[in-house]
Structures are given as C-alpha cells and as structure tokens.
T-cell receptor, first 113, second 108 residues
Framework: SQTIHQWPATLVQPVGSPLSLECTVEGTSNPNLYWYRQAAGRGLQLLFY??????ISSEVPQNLSASRPQDRQFILSSKKLLLSDSGFYLCASRRLAGALEQYFGPGTRLTVT | GQNIDQPTEMTATEGAIVQINCTYQ??????LFWYQQHAGEAPTFLSYNVLDGLEEKGRFSSFLSRSKGYSYLLLKELQMKDSASYLCAVSADYKLSFGAGTTVTVRA
C-alpha cells in the first residue's frame, strides 16, 4: 500500500514571505498527485494535479504554483503569501492501476500572519 | 463543473443508525466516494460506488443512483469514535470534487 509524507506539519509565515510545501509518496509508481486546500470549516478545494513528471494542471488561478521534479515528489510553492492562503494543505495520490480512490497525506496547517 | 450538496450537521445517539444524503450534478461521472475526516486530521477513504446499488463494508454502507444523481452513506451501530465530518466526493475526468461535508455528532 502507498504511504504519503508531507512536511512541515505546521507552518506560521508572515504575509509576503515565500512558501514551499513538499509531498512524497512511497509504495507506488507513476501516481496521479493532487494538492488540495481546506479553509477552516470548508470543503476541500483542488488546487493542482499532476499525471507525471513536469506535468502540472492548475484548477484555480492564484498566487500558488506546483512542481513535480520526480515521479513521487510534488511541491507546492508561493513567492509571496497572502492572508487568504491560510488553510490546511493536503497532498493526495491515486494509483494509475486499480481503483480511482485517492489517499491523503497527513497535511500541512499553514497560518499566514 | 460539479455541484455537490450534503447536509451540514447531523446528530445521533450511540448505537443508532444515521443516513447522510448527497446529491450531485456533474458531467463525465467516474464514481462517487465517501471520506471520513476527524477534526484536525486528513480525510480517510471509506467507500466507492461506480455502479448503481449498495456497497457494504462492515458498519458502513454506501448507495448510488446515477440516474437521480444521489448517494447516501449509512452508518450503523454508531460509536462515539464515528463523530467526524463525512465528505461526499464525485469523480469526473479522474479528479475529485468534494462537498462541504456533514458533521456527525454521536451522543451517549
């Protein structure tokens, strides 16, 4: 079974500072990878997804970007954080072969002050 | 796009049964998923329906009617640990769109 790692677990950053969140996946190859954000008391919003190395699709226009430098590594970045970027960031993985369900990493809780 | 509706909150007694309804409108339907999310934690996968009918997994069952754009999650023999948010998600084009979630509170 696959295991998804995210770090850091918690982050407090000032407005205007840069951001880098990392997600790595073990136990599967060529997964589809996803970044979601969950604002307090809200549902999950899909931010980016990737079907392979260097292939990124953006779902919501914003000041965030994503990259996939390796098959099982997915990075979420920002050059300048906004207050509205605060939230719970979740990385998810779906195996290409088999069922369609996605499995989530433990998440990063970001507070922009 | 997707439009997914589920109730905001439900309360039930320990040992009882609760049914969480989910209605959706979508194009390119691949399947419907239910996730459980405890406060402060990541969602965990519960069930998946791609064809009409009932899928049973222990105390949890999920039903799908594609023609009606309707699903429900049935939680039986409720336990205190079942207090959580339950997320309905629709897969289209191999991407998931989530409802806002239903917070279930189990009381003794």
């Amino acid at each position: 079974s696959q295991t998804i790692h995210q770090w850091p677990a918690t982050l407090v950053q000032p407005v205007g500072s840069p951001l880098s969140l990392e997600c790595t996946v073990e136990g599967t190859s060529n997964p589809n990878l996803y970044w979601y954000r969950q604002a307090a008391g809200r549902g999950l919003q899909l931010l980016f997804y990737s079907v392979g190395i260097g292939q990124i699709s953006s779902e919501v226009p914003q000041n965030l970007s994503a990259s996939r430098p390796q098959d099982r590594q997915f990075i979420l970045s920002s050059k300048k954080l906004l207050l509205s970027d605060s939230g719970f960031y979740l990385c998810a993985s779906r195996r290409l072969a088999g069922a369609l369900e996605q499995y989530f990493g433990p998440g990063t809780r970001l507070t922009v002050t | 796009g997707q439009n997914i509706d589920q109730p905001t909150e439900m309360t039930a007694t320990e040992g009882a049964i609760v049914q969480i309804n989910c209605t959706y409108q979508t194009s390119g339907f691949n399947g419907l998923f239910w996730y459980q999310q405890h406060a402060g934690e990541a969602p965990t996968f519960l069930s998946y329906n791609v064809l009409d009918g009932l899928e049973e997994k222990g105390r949890f069952s999920s039903f799908l009617s594609r023609s009606k754009g309707y699903s429900y999650l049935l939680l039986k023999e409720l336990q205190m640990k079942d207090s959580a948010s339950y997320l309905c998600a629709v897969s289209a084009d191999y991407k998931l769109s989530f409802g806002a979630g239903t917070t279930v509170t189990v009381r003794a």
